[in-house]
């Protein structure tokens, strides 16, 4: 399966303001940057990091120590029998190879992976296309929890797709953390929940893995995204997917995390509710547009979704 380039997020030696290694007189506001920890690699060509807390609290929920962006030399090599802190590193762009408890992977746009105590783990960079690849370290009594929510524990590596989904996240965490406000720490917190979570939400098979599958599963969920309105019952959707049923449900218990009745009524719902705002609609008439029998199973299902009926929206506008 090849993930195709999403060219709307910039790319990092294009847009991304960075620290190039090589300069002789970085900005002041580079200059101030604290010593680095002999746990980063110099082999690198160009950098931004930032350093939040070194000497975190052990009772802390989640403590941001660092993180940042790196693009790799060529000779670029990590190879660590254990780490201090917790970690997720994520490729933009490149390829190169992971090693996590003696088990290799393939890394390349989209990979994400997590390593931690006790966790050895050797990382090189194919000298014809260095990585480009984001990080951040954190401890916390949370942080295994994290970690095992987004199905990323540690010691494990997974994808995502789109491959550039995460990047705008890292790019704003990069930010918060290189300020360095009163506020970061907790700013940077709350970014890698957030993180976290669209770790899980845009999961994809590992290259070479379930590529059928999933490519099944993404045909399904455009197929869902673009004719919900006209959409009536799950039975027509797997038919015009060309699926069974019960493997449609299959596809996305496995791959979204709820199921394809859920995912095209919450479409139908925000779908509704947009159209509750305009002057003049009756809450019949989306009810209808929506394909549902009558009002009153719209109104149980509005309110199965946003928790208030839809008259009640009305009266809000």
């Known amino acids: 399966m090849r993930f195709p380039r999403n060219p709307g997020i910039p790319i ?3 847009d991304i303001p960075i620290f190039d290694l090589s300069m002789k007189n970085p900005p002041p506001s580079l200059r ?3 010593p680095k920890p002999d746990f980063f690699s110099a082999q690198v060509s160009q950098a931004r990091r930032f350093y939040l807390d070194l000497r975190p609290h052990p009772k ?3 403590a941001i120590v660092c993180g940042g962006i790196e693009r790799c030399a060529p000779g670029y090599v990590i190879d660590r029998k254990s780490f201090p802190f917790y970690s997720i590193e994520y490729v933009a762009s490149g390829v190169g190879r992971l090693k996590l408890k003696h088990k290799e992977h393939l890394l390349q746009a989209g990979s994400v992976f997590s390593y931690g105590p006790g ?6 960079t194919d000298p014809q296309q260095p990585l480009t690849k984001y990080f951040v370290d954190f401890s916390g009594v949370a942080a295994t929890d994290l970690l095992e929510q987004c199905r990323l524990r540690s010691g494990t590596v997974s994808h995502v797709f789109p491959p550039l989904e995460l990047q705008p996240l890292f790019e704003e965490l ?3 953390g290189v300020r360095g406000t009163r506020q970061a720490p907790r700013l940077c917190a ?3 929940d957030a993180l976290a979570l669209k770790i899980l939400e845009s999961r994809a098979p590992l290259p070479g893995r379930e590529t059928l599958a999933f490519e099944t599963y993404q045909h399904c969920l455009e197929h869902l995204s673009r004719n ?5 019952t799950m039975q027509q959707a797997a038919s015009e997917c060309h699926l069974d049923q019960a493997y449609l449900c299959r596809l996305f218990s496995k791959y979204h995390q709820e199921t394809p009745y859920r995912f095209l009524l919450r479409l139908k719902m925000n779908y509704a509710a947009e159209r509750l705002q305009s002057p003049g609609v009756l809450v019949k008439q989306v009810a209808e547009e929506t394909g549902f029998a009558n009002q009153f199973h719209f109104s149980r299902a509005f309110k199965s979704v946003f928790g208030i009926c839809p008259s009640a929206l009305s009266r809000m506008r």
């Open 174 to 176: 990069t930010r918060d």
């Open 32 to 34: 101030r940057e604290p």
């Open 190 to 192: 709350s970014l890698l």
């Open 60 to 62: 802390s929920r989640l």
């Open 12 to 14: 990092l030696d294009q």
């Open 228 to 232: 919900f309105i006209r959409l009536r």
């Open 119 to 124: 966790v050895p783990h050797t990382i090189t």
